[in-house]
Structure formats: C-alpha cells, structure tokens
C-alpha cells in the first residue's frame, strides 16, 4: 500500500461526452480532451490508480450516452456530459491504498475512457490470473463479453447435446464465443452476420456449421427455415427487431430465447415491435433476458474453463484493435454500422 505524499503529474488524456445523443452516435457527440492526473492515490482515500492498457468498445455503451427520465428502467446510468466515458477495460495498478492490490497488479473492470483512472471501488477490479495469454482477451473472451456469451448461453440458455442453436451478430464479441461454446457442448449452430467476409470466419475460424448474411436475405424467416429446417432449440439473440421476430416462428417446443442485446434497436427513436410472440404460447418456448452483473458469481469457474478452451485450440479469439485513445469515438461509432470484425478494442499503452 502506497499513496499520500507529493505526487508526480503525467498526462491524461480521456473520451468525454459532449452532448447527450439522439438516434445513431456521431464522432462528434464525444470528444478528447488531455487533462493532467497525479501518480498517487490521494491521501485518507481507500482506491486504486490505474494505467489503463486496453479499452473494450461495446454497443451497450449506447444506452448510457441518452438522457433518459429519472426512473426509468436502464441498465447503468446515463453518462454525464464533460466527464470520461466508462466501460470495461484492462489496466496496471500504479499506486494503491487498498490492502488487496498493490503497484504493479494486472487487474481489469470497470475504468475511464482514459489513459489513468482513479477507482474509488477497487472492490469492483478484479485479478488477471492468466496474464500468459494476451491480457487484450480480458477486454473481451476473458473478460465481460466472454463471461456474457457463457452466462448467457449456460445458465440461461441452458444447451443440450445435439441442440440446434441459432446465433445473431455472430461474429462479434459475444456471438464469436457463444458459437464456439455452443460447439464444445455438441450442438449444431447457425449463425447471422451482416457480410460475406464475417459468414466465412464464422465458418472457417468460429466453427459454425452454417451461416447467413442477413443484408441478403429478403426473409429472414425463410433464412432459418433453409439453414435450420427442424426448427431451433436456442436463440441467442443479440439485435432483436426483425430477427427475434423471425426466430420466434421457427422455436421448436420447449425452446430457450436468450435475450441478450437489441443493437438493432438502441438508436430509434421509436423501437420495432415483436408481432410474433403468439408463438410461444403453444410450444411453452421461454424469452428470458439478462444482465451479465448478476452472474459474476460464475466468473471464476468462467475464466479456468475458457483459459483451458484457448490454450487446447477449442476457441479461437478474432479482435479488432484501434491504437490510440484518440480514434476510440470512431472504434465506438463503428459498431454500429459493422464496421468492426470481431472484438472491438482501444489499445491505450503497451503490455
């Protein structure tokens, strides 16, 4: 434990929201601006200083930069315009006054969209146990998304051998690790992407047994009757909209939708309605939804089973990385067009 004393000064830079955002986010709604943080915990405080390394983009981050009413039902609050923007991200502790991480530490969690962030949590990091393998990996398939697309598809989509599992936004950062768990437990799994390049890494490095691009498909429900024609066992929906839509007509009796995102949806004004949801009544299908924070109670057991997954070949990591704190609006924005292939990163420092 360190901390108090004259501190020395280093260069901040940091992603602030400038304005709150209405329909799809712009490079302009965020800007950079460089600030100067001191290398020492403040005195009389209990908190980590972090060097961030790697930033995670994610499109749940969307949510957060609306203004929305008080009380309304959001996962995290909205983002305050002026400050940093904030997500998951990996970083070396640089000074601690807690008594359970010292300089040095390898740690990831919550952190500012900033070269150095002061958590005032330190309970909330948690400890890089595998710093072997790239510590990029716990921005995504070791980290949040990773635990999200095991939570998700585990406990709650709860597969069977021999499933027949349909994945959208299956190249991205969850759907990439959803698909090869789904292989791992012996089902059959099918998968969505909006080009032809992101069908064929499903194919040739996800593992996926077949897929589709669905800019090419004038009826979707039609797409999964041809590649999935006994119906599915398991959805596990990352866009909602007309693909939740389409997926609900073609859940065999008994099926499990795992409501995970709706990255369709986050940037209308006014959401898509669901006409299909009559279709569960007859099969008893479940549509339950969930929110990765309430299972880090599995993180643990998570983070062995996938470290041992990657290191015997069983999961395959595809990221996309942006160098420099500075191009993280436009790494943000991109999400949302497809712009991404695979996990979208900000690398902010060297290992």
């Known amino acids: 434990m360190a901390g108090g004393g004259e501190a020395a000064m ?164 969850v759907g990439q690790v959803v698909g090869q768990l789904a292989k791992i437990a012996g089902c059959y799994v099918v998968g969505s992407a909006g080009s032809d390049e992101k069908v064929k890494l499903l194919k040739t490095t996800f593992g996926y047994d077949d897929a589709f691009n669905y800019k090419k498909e004038e009826d979707l ?3 999964l009757t041809r590649c999935l024609p006994g119906g599915i066992d398991v959805y596990y929906d990352n866009v909602g909209g007309a693909t939740l839509d389409a997926a609900l007509l073609r859940m065999r009796r008994g099926g499990r939708v795992v409501v995970c995102g709706m990255i369709s949806q986050y940037n209308l004004q006014e959401p898509d309605g669901v006409r299909n949801l009559g279709c569960i009544i007859p099969k008893g299908v479940r549509v339950e939804g969930f929110n990765v924070v309430n299972h880090f109670d599995v993180y643990a057991r998570f983070e062995e089973e996938m470290a041992g997954h990657i290191r015997e070949g069983n999961v395959n990591v595809v990221e996309d990385v942006v160098e420099g704190i500075e191009n993280a609006p436009a790494a943000l924005v991109g999400l949302f067009s497809g712009r991404n292939v695979g996990k979208q990163l900000v690398a902010i420092a060297k290992d």
């Not at 040095?104 to 958590?119: A, F």
């Not at 921005?139 to 709650?156: K, N, Q, R, S």
């Open 221 to 223: 429900a039609a797409a």
């Open 10 to 173: 280093a260069r901040n830079k940091k992603v602030v929201l400038k304005r709150y955002v209405t329909g799809y986010p712009t490079e302009e709604d965020m800007e950079v601006v460089t600030d100067t943080v001191g290398l020492r915990v403040p005195a009389g405080s209990t908190a980590v200083l972090l060097k961030n390394l790697y930033l995670s983009c994610d499109p749940w981050m969307r949510g957060r930069m609306s203004k929305h009413n008080d009380g309304a039902a959001v996962p995290a609050p909205d983002f305050v315009v002026g400050e940093a923007l904030v997500n998951f991200g990996v970083g070396v502790v640089v000074d601690s006054t807690h008594p359970e991480f010292d300089a040095g530490d390898l740690v990831w969690g919550m952190s500012g969209w900033e070269e150095y962030t002061l958590v005032a949590e330190p309970e909330s990091l948690i400890k890089i146990n595998h710093p072997e393998l790239p510590l990029s990996y716990y921005t995504g398939v070791l980290g949040m998304t990773g635990l999200t697309a095991y939570a998700g598809f585990v406990e709650v989509g709860k597969p069977k051998r021999g499933d027949a599992v349909f994945v959208s936004a299956a190249s991205g950062a």
